[in-house]
C-alpha cells in the first residue's frame, strides 16, 4: 500500500492540468538564463502606472492644432482656366461684328488641364508656366502678366477642378472607399468617413487606422467617437483604413467559463474581465494566482521595470501581471487594473487542487485492491 503510495505521489508532476501554475510563472520566467517575459506583482504604484496608460492615439501621434490645408496647386491636380478681355478682337475674345447689335465674346476657357510632373501648365500665347505650390491667385497674376501686351487687358480666373494632390485616401469597411479631395475649409476624421457613406459594421468593432507618412496609429472608432480631440484634421495623401476587429479578453484557466468576451465599453477594468469570466471556481482556483498576460509598451514598462533586458527600442514587451486576491485589497487594485484589447486572463489552479486529484487517483487504485481484499476475506 505504502508502494502504491508513493508510486501515485511521484506521478503528481505528470498528472493533467489547464495550465502552469502560480509557481510556474515565476520558475520558467527565464530559460537557460535567458529572460523570456518579465513578471510584474500588481501593486497601487503598477495600478497607477497601468491607468495612465494610453492607447494609440491620433491626437497624440499625429497632433490636431493646424490650420486646413494651404489651397496650393500640386501635380496630378485638374485645373481649368479662362481668360477675359477688355474689348472684343483680342488674342481670346471674338472679333467686333459691325453690322449686329453684339459685340462679340470677349472671354475663352483653355480645355481643363493636369498640371504635369514638372510642376507646368501650358498657356496659349504664355508658353509653359510653372504653377505647383503656387496658390491659385498667385497663377492668375502670373498668368496675366504673361499676356501682358498680348491680350486686351486680360483677367484670369484659375479653377482646380479635380485637387488630387490634396486628397486623402479611404478604404477597408466603409460604404464606398475613394480617394476624397480636401476642402479649403479643412476636413476632419470624421467628414472622410462620411464623405466615403459610413462604415458597414457596428462602431465598437471598428478600428480605425490612420498612416501618414511615415507613422501608423491604430485606434477604435468608438474612442474617436467619445473623444471629439481624437477627430483630427486630414491631412494630404493621409491613408485611411477601417478594419473590423472587436476588442477582445481571453479567459483562460480556473474560471467560470473559458472563452473570449469582446468589450462592451472603451475599457475594460480586470474586475469586470473576472465578472465576464464567470469568476473563480471555488473548487479549483488559487487566488493568489490570477495573471494577466500582455505584450506591453515600451513606455510603461520602462516606468515598471527600467532594466529590464527586454526593453529594445521600441519593442513591446511580454509581461505577466500577478495579483493577489486573497488580500483584500486586491479588490480594489482589480478595479483599477485596466484590461486591453487581446489581453490573457488567466487563473492559475490551487495547490490543493493537486492534492485531490492524487487522492482520487490513489483511491482509484487503491479500491480494486480494497475490494479484491474484502472478497478474499469473505471467501476465507
Known sequence: ??????????????????????????????????????VVDVNPFVVSVLSRRLPDSLLGTFGDYRAPIDPRIGIGDTVSITIWEAAAGGLFSAPLVTDRFTT???????????????????????????????????????IERALDGKAIQPQVLVSVVRPISK?????????????????????????????AGGIRVPVNETFIQLSRGGRTA?????????????????????????????????????????????FEADQMSLAEGLAKAGGLLDNRADPAGVFVLRFEQPSVMRKLKPESPLLKGDSLVPVVYRIDMRDPNGFFLAQGFPLFNRDVLYVSNSPSTELVKVLQLFSNVVAPTAVGASIYTRVR
Not at 492540468?17 to 537557460?32: I, K, M, S, T, W
Not at 470677349?106 to 503656387?134: C, H, M, W, Y
Not at 472608432?221 to 477582445?248: G, H, Y
Open 104 to 142: 462679340g465674346s470677349k472671354s475663352a476657357t483653355i480645355p481643363e488641364q493636369v498640371v504635369g510632373r514638372d510642376g507646368a501648365l501650358s498657356v496659349p500665347f504664355a508658353g509653359r508656366l510653372r504653377v505647383v505650390n503656387q496658390t491659385v491667385d498667385q497663377v492668375q497674376r502670373q
Open 167 to 195: 486628397s486623402v485616401t479611404i478604404t477597408g469597411e466603409v460604404a464606398s472607399g475613394a480617394r476624397i479631395p480636401l476642402t479649403v475649409k479643412g476636413d476632419r476624421l470624421m467628414d472622410i468617413i462620411a464623405t
Open 1 to 38: 500500500m505504502a508502494l502504491v503510495l508513493t508510486a501515485t505521489v511521484a506521478g503528481c508532476s505528470t498528472l493533467p492540468g489547464n495550465g502552469p501554475d502560480g509557481a510556474d510563472f515565476a520558475a520558467r520566467a527565464v530559460v537557460n538564463e535567458v529572460l523570456r517575459y518579465e
Open 218 to 262: 491604430r485606434v477604435a472608432m468608438s474612442r474617436v467617437v467619445a473623444d471629439p480631440r481624437q477627430n483630427i484634421f486630414m491631412r494630404p495623401d493621409d491613408v485611411v483604413t477601417l478594419v473590423r476587429d472587436p476588442q477582445k479578453v481571453v479567459f483562460y484557466g480556473a474560471t467560470g467559463r473559458n472563452a473570449e468576451a469582446a
